[in-house]
């Protein structure tokens, strides 16, 4: 049963359109977050969530909205894509005081804005 | 400059090989490492994490941390094939929500049978 899953795993859309990518734990864990991972591999954090509150909102453009309905679920909505959106999306998920266990990551949605 | 450098690679090594790993970084109040491997096509995983200073053993992998030197390694013994992957290391300042991970770009490696 898959700890963490995003969907979808690939998608491929022109630029200018609104897209989300949805993620879920099954973990029990509190915390979620975002990660973006461009072509040379550098992971950065864009958002996490504790319990469905913003707890981290690094500097990403206003286009990109996150959305936590309940602690096992962070979707993330993306306006106006742009061609620098094109990357591979991690969701990932930690407990809030055993990050010492480090984040599960699901394995990524493939963005590719043309 | 970026809080966490990493040699990307990429590193060819036969099977069998002793395997070093590295990163440095600028942030002394980083005291929580871990190296995460992600396979092709995947999301990273969690291999080893050690608390400031000293060695950690797991297996075929050993990991160091030179607080002073700011120096991070992953050491892979007897290298297999399946070691194949991007190994990625991490740090943070804390434990607690809402410190994050800083993360290195990953090396590549490639072991060959």
């Known amino acids: 049963d898959t700890a963490v899953s995003q969907t979808p795993k690939y998608l491929v859309t022109q630029m200018g359109n609104d897209k989300s990518i949805k993620c879920e734990q099954n973990?029990?864990?509190?915390?979620m977050y975002w990660y973006k991972q461009d072509s040379k591999k550098f992971l950065k954090i864009m958002f996490s969530y504790n319990n469905k509150e913003l707890i981290i909102n690094e500097t990403v453009p206003n286009r990109f909205s996150p959305k936590s309905p309940d602690k096992a679920h962070l979707n993330l909505h993306i306006n106006s894509l742009e061609l620098g959106d094109s990357a591979v999306y991690f969701c990932?998920?930690?407990?809030?005081?055993?990050?010492?266990?480090?984040?599960?990551f699901g394995s990524g949605t493939r963005l590719t804005v043309v | 400059q970026k809080e966490v450098e990493q040699d990307p690679g990429p590193l060819s090594v036969p099977e069998g090989a002793i395997v070093s790993l590295n990163c440095t970084y600028s942030n002394s109040a980083f005291q929580y490492f871990m190296w995460y491997r992600q396979y092709s096509r995947k999301g990273p995983e969690l291999l080893m994490y050690t608390y400031s200073s000293g060695n950690k053993e797991d297996g075929r992998f050993t990991a160091q941390v030179d607080k002073s030197s700011k120096y991070i390694s992953l050491f892979i013994r007897d290298s297999q094939p399946s070691d194949s992957a991007t190994y990625l290391c991490?740090?943070?300042?804390?434990?607690?929500?809402?410190?994050?991970?800083?993360f290195g770009t990953g090396t590549s490696l490639t072991v060959i049978p």
């Open positions: 973990l029990g864990h509190d915390t």
């Open positions: 991490a740090m943070s300042a804390s434990l607690y929500t809402g410190n994050q991970f800083y």
């Open positions: 990932a998920s930690s407990q809030e005081q055993g990050i010492g266990y480090g984040y599960t």
